[in-house]
Structures are given as C-alpha cells and as structure tokens.
C-alpha cells in the first residue's frame, strides 16, 4: 500500500519531535519529569508521552521506577559513544593526552567546534582532587574558552564574520571579551604565537592553554587544551612550558593525520 503525502510529513514530524526529546534530555544533563519536558518542547504531554515510550522501546531513553522521570538510556550512549570513536582523531590524540596529564597532571581536552560552540569530544582526567571537567559531549561558547579561541582563529574571514553578527559577546566573568574589535585582536594573536590563553574567561579562577590540531590539508579540525585552577597555573606555567608542551602535542597529532608541520 504507497504511504501517502500526509503519513509522510506526520512520520517526519515524529522523527523531528523525538529527536528534541532526545536533545532535550542531553542538554538537561538529569532526569526530567513528563511535564517539564513537554512544557520546555511546547508540545502536548501525551504527545510526548507516546514519543517517550516508542523511545524508551528502543533502550534511547529510560524511567526512573520510583520519581517516573524520564532520562538518555544506554543505547543512546552507544550510539552516541561509537559515533565519538568513528571519529580516529579521537584514537590517535588519546594517548598524546594522557602524556600531558602525566607531565603536569592536570585535565587534557580535545575538542572541536560545532556551530560556534566548542565540544569537547575527549578527556583525560587529572588526579588531583580539584580538577576541571568538561565531559565529553559538553558544549562551552567558543569565545570565551581557550580551545574554542583557537578554533575561531582559524576561521575564514567570512566564518568569522558571521561568527561576530549572529553570537552575543556576553560577559561570563570580568576577563571575559565582549569587544568584537578586541576578540579579532585575541584571534590574531592567537594565529601569530600558535596557542590560546584563557585567563578565567568562561569561569572564574579556571585556566586554560589550548593549541590547533591540523590536518593533512593544513586545516585546524580540533583543538588540545589543558585546564585547572588558576593556583596551580600560573600565567609563566601557561605562557611557557605548559604552552610549548600543548603545542607540541597538537602538532604530533596532526602529523598522526598527515599535517606537515612547517
């Protein structure tokens, strides 16, 4: 029997509210009720009850037995773990990671850049108690931490343009910049010594080092940064060893993916 032109745009329209359900329940980070995410989607809680269920069929989502509250199940993690490691570079920076954690024990990151967000695909986590922590999957604005400046420095003047005209500079912390003007300066910067500085600018007394991972066709595609708390980072740490260091790391991923250092 053919699928009419009204089964099909109401089975698209399934597919798309499912997949806000699904988005919806990865950007809360914790269990929601039916009612919150029916109110945060606009859409009729039975609506939404019926997507949850056919969800929950397929182990994408789950709820809790006692409180009822919905949240991603396994397989969304599986799905969303092997589409992480089809991704080599995760493989190949992996173990040059866990080499700047060893030399200075504190978080590596990598991350990349995804409509002008920054995400952090990959971590290795530092063994101190204090640490920061950005969890795989993790979104942060692009600019105001210091992978996402990298990132953003290698836009196309084009990219970048646009990047100033849709994105609001807002002002996490005092250091954060909100200038247009003085974040083309911080960009420039960036491209000319070939590492990023973020001195508390998403979150106070955090720090960060970040530098560019190219590819075989010269292009930046992720970036490497090491976070911890401003005591433990002083600006001569970040400036000098720390920053060589993540700079060299970054270029020996990129040689794993062709990139030929000049």
Do not use: W
């Amino acid at each position: 029997m053919p699928v009419t032109r009204v089964n099909k745009t109401r089975g698209v329209q399934a597919v798309d509210r499912a997949l806000a359900i699904l988005e919806t329940l990865a950007r809360e980070g914790s269990p929601m009720m039916l009612s919150a995410i029916s109110a945060e989607l606009r859409l009729n809680i039975s609506t939404v009850h019926r997507l949850l269920n056919a969800l929950a069929a397929h182990g994408l989502v789950e709820q809790e037995p006692y409180q009822g509250r919905y949240r991603l199940g396994i397989k969304a993690f599986e799905i969303g773990n092997r589409a992480l490691y089809s991704l080599d570079i995760r493989a190949i920076a992996r173990p040059a990671l866990h080499q700047l954690v060893d030399d200075f024990n504190e978080t590596a990151n990598l991350a990349i850049l995804d409509k002008y967000e920054v995400v952090y695909i990959d971590q290795v986590e530092s063994s101190n108690i204090i640490k920061m922590l950005a969890r795989p999957g993790t979104r942060a604005p692009a600019y105001c931490t210091g992978a996402g400046k990298v990132l953003l420095a290698y836009l196309s003047e084009n990219q970048l343009n646009m990047f100033l005209q849709e994105v609001p500079l807002f002002p996490y912390t005092a250091t954060t910049i909100i200038d247009p003007l003085h974040l083309r300066e911080e960009l420039q910067k960036i491209r000319r010594q070939g590492f990023a500085l973020d001195h508390g600018e998403r979150e106070e007394g955090v720090r960060c080092v970040a530098a560019p991972v190219f590819n075989h066709e010269n292009k930046v595609i992720a970036a490497v940064s090491v976070a911890g708390p401003a005591n433990r980072m002083p600006p001569e740490l970040m400036a000098g060893k720390l920053a060589t260091a993540v700079v060299q790391v970054a270029h020996r991923i990129g040689r794993h993916l062709g990139y030929q250092c000049r």
